[in-house]
């Protein structure tokens, strides 16, 4: 109960997301946003029985100087009636541009991942970035600057909540492979500052190939790893992913 009780939690600050950081962005008749949400369902019967889901949804706004990009994701499975998949990741990020390539901003993540009994890890980020290639078709930018990290982490007497300051850095790529096919990859890296040796590594890879002009066909690995997770539980997390998205 209390597992389905924090998926809730993380699912209100998902939302709530949505409705502050737009907020932070100026208003402009110029504005127009952009994104896809997808679906990735995978089930057994037979021998085996089990299901997976994966539902994701991200959008960005880009003007003159402000980029707005917001993202989240559910994750569920289960293996004959025994949950083996439960995670949610929220995140929003607000960047002013100070000239065509550097830029400063805010990024805000939240996390829950049930089966590793992590019931939240919000992660405060300012952001200091810079656009090494910038066109039509490649987009590379890195990130770094401080943050702050707050987890809720473990259960019963090995249940912990602290709080504390890292340092974050981040690098993605953007890549249209043709008219109809694009890649993408992201990595971030997040070593507390008191003791380098306990950090998190989010990596993500992905491809989407579009079928019509608005639907494509779009394959995801993400690997989570984790330096000191919760009792018993393993250091990685790592998900492939194969469904449809519909692109607005």
Same mark, same amino acid.
């Given at each position: 109960? =209390?597992?389905?009780?924090?998926?809730? +939690? !993380?699912?209100?600050?998902?939302?709530?997301?949505?409705?502050?950081?737009?907020?932070?962005?100026?208003t #402009?008749?110029?504005?127009? +946003?952009?994104?896809?949400?997808?679906?990735?369902?995978?089930?057994?019967?037979?021998?085996?029985?089990? @299901?997976?889901?994966n539902?994701?949804?991200?959008?960005?706004?880009? +003007?003159?100087?402000?980029?707005?990009?917001?993202? #989240?994701?559910?994750?569920?499975g289960?293996?004959?009636g025994?949950?083996?998949?439960?995670?949610?990741?929220?995140?929003?990020?607000?960047?002013?541009?100070?000239?065509?390539?550097?830029?400063?901003?805010? =990024?805000?993540?939240v996390?829950?991942?049930?089966?590793?009994?992590? =019931?939240?890890?919000?992660?405060?980020?300012?952001? @200091?970035?810079?656009?090494?290639?910038?066109?039509?078709?490649?987009?590379?930018?890195?990130?770094?600057?401080?943050?702050?990290?707050?987890?809720?982490?473990?259960?019963? !007497?090995?249940?912990?909540?602290?709080?504390?300051?890292?340092?974050?850095? @981040?690098?993605?790529?953007d890549q249209?492979?043709?008219?109809?096919?694009?890649?993408w990859? #992201?990595?971030?890296?997040?070593?507390?500052?008191?003791?380098?040796?306990?950090?998190?590594?989010?990596?993500?890879?992905?491809?989407?190939? @579009?079928?019509?002009?608005?639907?494509?066909?779009?394959?995801?690995?993400?690997?989570?790893?984790?330096?000191?997770?919760?009792?018993?539980?393993?250091?990685?997390? !790592?998900?492939?992913?194969?469904?449809?998205?519909?692109?607005?």
């Amino acid at each position: 109960m =209390k597992r389905h009780l924090s998926t809730t +939690w !993380v699912l209100f600050v998902l939302c709530a997301l949505g409705a502050v950081f737009p907020a932070v962005a100026e208003t #402009s008749t110029n504005s127009t +946003w952009t994104g896809s949400s997808a679906v990735g369902l995978t089930l057994t019967r037979g021998n085996s029985k089990t @299901a997976l889901a994966n539902l994701s949804l991200e959008a960005k706004d880009k +003007w003159s100087k402000n980029e707005l990009l917001l993202g #989240s994701s559910l994750t569920y499975g289960e293996n004959a009636g025994t949950e083996t998949t439960e995670a949610v990741d929220a995140n929003g990020q607000y960047n002013r541009l100070f000239d065509e390539r550097f830029y400063g901003g805010l =990024k805000l993540d939240v996390f829950h991942d049930g089966i590793a009994d992590l =019931k939240y890890r919000i992660t405060i980020a300012p952001v @200091a970035g810079y656009y090494f290639v910038k066109n039509a078709n490649t987009t590379l930018n890195a990130e770094a600057g401080p943050a702050y990290i707050y987890t809720d982490q473990g259960r019963g !007497v090995n249940e912990t909540r602290n709080g504390y300051p890292t340092v974050r850095l @981040a690098e993605r790529l953007d890549q249209k492979l043709s008219g109809s096919a694009k890649l993408w990859e #992201s990595l971030e890296y997040l070593p507390k500052v008191q003791e380098l040796a306990n950090y998190l590594v989010n990596f993500e890879l992905g491809i989407d190939a @579009a079928v019509t002009k608005q639907i494509s066909l779009r394959t995801t690995l993400q690997d989570y790893y984790n330096s000191r997770p919760a009792a018993g539980r393993f250091n990685n997390d !790592v998900r492939l992913i194969a469904g449809v998205a519909y692109n607005f």
